[in-house]
Structure formats: C-alpha cells, structure tokens
C-alpha cells in the first residue's frame, strides 16, 4: 500500500512539473509538446523500475537504477514545491499573468539548485550532535558517563558496510561509555551487508544495545539483527535492563508497527514493569507515549524515526503524525531527544540539516558545582 501511494504522488508531482515547463518560453520554443510527454514517461519509467527492482533483485544495475529514481523522487518533489509557491503568488495566473512563465523558469531552476544541495548534504557524513542531560535518580558515581546513539542508518544497497565502518569510527572516537541503536539500521531489502566486523571490535563499558525500528519487520530484516547480536549488541525488545547499578535501560518494540499489525499488548508497560530503582532512559524508535513515559517515571527517552523530515518542507507534513519532529523536546519534565537519523531513506538527499550521531553525557544532581 505504501508503494502505490508514494508511485501515486510522485505521479502526480510529475505531472504537474511537466506541465508547468510546458508554459516556460525557453523549453517551450525547444520542446514539441510530445517532447515533453516522452521526458516525462521516461522519468516515471525510471521511478518505477526503481521501485519494482529495488525490492526484488540485487546488483550494481539496480542499485544504480533505484539510486537514481529516489533523487528523481527528492527533486521533482523540491522542483512541484517551488512551483506551486510561484502559482500561489500569482494566484494561478489571475495576478501578474504575463510573469507568471518566466517566473515557472526561475522556479524550476531554484528547484534543481536546491535538489543539488539537498543531495551534497545527504552524501555528507552525519554530525556529531552534542547534549548534556542531568537525570534525578543518576548515582554520583555515574556521572559524566557518554552514551552515543544512532539512529535510522538504513544500511543496504546504497549505505553499505564501508560507509557504517566510517560511522564505527566516529562512534568509538567519542569514548562512549554505552551505545544505543535506536531502530531501522538496516533497510530490510537489497544488498544489506551480512557482516560488519568493526561493529564485533566496538568496545563499550557499560554494553551495546538496540531496539527495533519500523524496517526491522521488513523480509530481510531478520539478517540484519543477526549481524547486530553476533557483534555483542543486545536487544531490547519490551523489556529492560541494568547496565549499572542506579541506570536503567528500557527499550520498547517499534509503536508505529504495533499499531499498523493491530497487536494487542502494551508494549510500554512491559517495557518499563518491575523495574529497579534508579535513572530509566527509555529507548523508543517512534517518538510516541513520551506523556506516559515521563508519567511512569522515565528520566529520558531517545527516538528518531521520523528523519527531521528529511528534506525541507517535507518536515511540515511529518509533524502532524510525530509533533516531536526532531531535537530536544520537554515533555512533563523529562527530556525527550529526537534524532534526525544518521542515514537516509530513499532519496541520498537532506535539506537542511545532514545526518546526526548523538552524543548524549548523563549528569547526576549530586555532583559538585562548578
């Protein structure tokens, strides 16, 4: 069903892009009107092929074919946007009406320029997000202590295991004392890798863990979380932990597939059921129930999901499912911090904001003012 509806949209972008450069001058006195319609087929052609192959078969001519379709996808939909502000200025031609061709041409050249943007900062390596949270019931002994989260890496076909191995890197160069995988590491179809041995070398005090994403239910899936269990990584699937005396871990199976598979159960409640005494930080993949989170006594909860939208102004639309969009949030007292995602989905595109890896330090109430 999601497939029909993104084929559906990206459809009707087209559509509306192809026939709005149908009225720009200089295309127009280039460009037979059934030019315009083969460019056009042409572009969901590939799109489609895109969508049909990525899912089914493996290969460096699919990759490249689905790679291209998903920047396809992220720049029609920049060029529509841009297109339908210049149509809304002019009120669809009732203002202005003699402007209105030449500003469609400036309209799509803005469109591929910020298409161009959007894919350098989606090929650029995430950024190291910084946060210093002060939880109620941390030991003083535990203070200062880092933990590190990633988020929505989707690794497969086009972020393969040399681009995570990077990430690796960057991870055990932050001296993490835990590290937390916060769902849909692996995008669960194409050329996934089966193995990523720096994940096995990554040394962390206090353990690895991870909760399931969305992807994590997808066909391929299940190999994916078997690379992250052979490299030491524990999974958190409603249930908690004890990493330490005085910190607890909780992590709870993704909401948003609970809710679409109708599962009975409460997942939170499990998750977070007789736990012992001390700081709780709640590891949710979708950003929902933070209210019920912060009412059972949670001191900090960490999600993503929701890719800060991605690709700007997509954002907007995002934020009307998970208003918790991206960043820090105060929910009743308890932090909540958002990721954007440390790879991307689909489209190798972001606009604005790059990538992230969280690097969260805990702090104790008790410890000496400086």
């Not at 315009?36 to 001519?61: N, Y």
């Not at 720049?75 to 502000?85: A, D, E, H, K």
């Not at 089966?194 to 190999?223: C, M, Q, T, Y």
């Amino acid at each position: 069903m999601f497939g029909i509806v993104l084929t559906a949209t990206y459809t009707a972008l087209l559509v509306y892009v192809v026939w709005r450069a149908t009225s720009v001058p200089l295309l127009e006195r280039r460009l037979p009107r059934k030019g315009f319609v083969g460019f056009g087929s042409v572009l969901w052609a590939v799109f489609f092929l895109a969508q049909i192959m990525g899912h089914r078969e493996t290969g460096p001519v699919v990759v490249t074919i689905e790679w291209v379709g998903m920047i396809l996808l992220g720049s029609v939909f920049l060029i529509s946007t841009v297109l339908f502000v210049v149509d809304l200025g002019t009120v669809f031609g009732r203002v202005f009406p003699r402007w209105r061709p030449l500003l469609c041409g400036w309209g799509m050249v803005a469109g591929v320029i910020l298409s161009g943007i959007a894919l350098v900062q989606g090929l650029r390596a995430p950024a190291v997000v910084s946060y210093e949270v002060t939880l109620p019931s941390l030991p003083i002994e535990l203070d200062g202590r880092v933990l590190v989260a990633v988020s929505d890496s989707h690794l497969g076909a086009h972020l393969g295991e040399q681009w995570f191995t990077e990430r690796v890197g960057e991870i055990q160069a932050l001296r993490p004392d835990i590290v937390v995988f916060l769902g849909d590491m692996f995008e669960g179809h194409g050329d996934a890798p089966r193995d990523i041995p720096a994940l096995r070398h990554l040394s962390v005090p206090l353990g690895k863990w991870f909760v399931d994403g969305n992807h994590e239910s997808h066909r391929d899936a299940g190999a994916g979380i078997d690379v992250l269990e052979q490299a030491g990584f524990r999974r958190l699937a409603s249930q908690w932990a004890e990493p330490a005396p005085g910190l607890v871990l909780s992590g709870v199976n993704d909401l948003t597939n609970h809710r679409r598979q109708n599962l009975d159960g409460d997942p939170l409640g499990r998750a977070l059921a007789n736990r012992p005494t001390g700081a709780t930080v709640f590891l949710s993949h979708t950003p929902w129930q933070a209210n019920r989170a912060a009412h059972a006594g949670v001191e900090l909860m960490l999600s993503g999901h929701t890719h800060g939208g991605q690709i700007w102004p997509f954002g907007y639309l995002v934020q009307t499912v998970y208003p918790l969009l991206a960043g820090r949030y105060d929910i009743d007292g308890m932090p909540v911090i958002v990721s954007r995602g440390t790879g991307t989905w689909g489209p190798r595109m972001r606009l604005w904001h790059r990538g992230e890896i969280l690097k969260v330090t805990l702090h104790s109430p008790q410890r000496p003012l400086r």
